[in-house]
């Protein structure tokens, strides 16, 4: 998936109703796909702490200072996310 730097809110839901960027219905509808709560909050652990690396990786990868700035805007409800922990 590519991050959209034109709005906030997902293209897909999760639960065919919330399209904010909220880890919530992740969490509540991770039975359907098979995975325990604990698997799920581990799995959410792992990616919020490979994701929170973006920038460093952008910028290992060579991508332009320019270019990782206006993506930015796409990772912003990561910040949103860790006030839930």
């Given amino acids: 998936m590519n991050p959209s ?4 809110e997902h293209v897909l839901t999760i639960d065919g109703l919330i399209a ?7 969490v509540a509808t991770a039975g ?3 995975i ?3 698997r799920a909050n581990e799995i959410i652990d792992k990616t919020r702490a490979i994701v929170s690396t973006w920038k460093d990786r952008a910028r290992k990868l060579g991508i332009a200072a320019g270019d990782i ?3 930015g805007s796409a990772f912003s409800a ?7 922990e």
């Avoid at 730097?5 to 906030?8: H, P, Q, V, Y």
């Avoid at 904010?20 to 992740?26: G, L, R, V």
């Fill in 32 to 34: 359907f796909y098979g």
């Fill in 20 to 26: 904010d960027p909220d880890i919530e219905p992740a």
């Fill in 69 to 71: 700035e206006l993506t």
């Fill in 5 to 8: 730097i034109d709005r906030r």
């Fill in 36 to 38: 325990n709560d604990g």
């Fill in 78 to 84: 990561l910040g949103d996310m860790r006030g839930r």
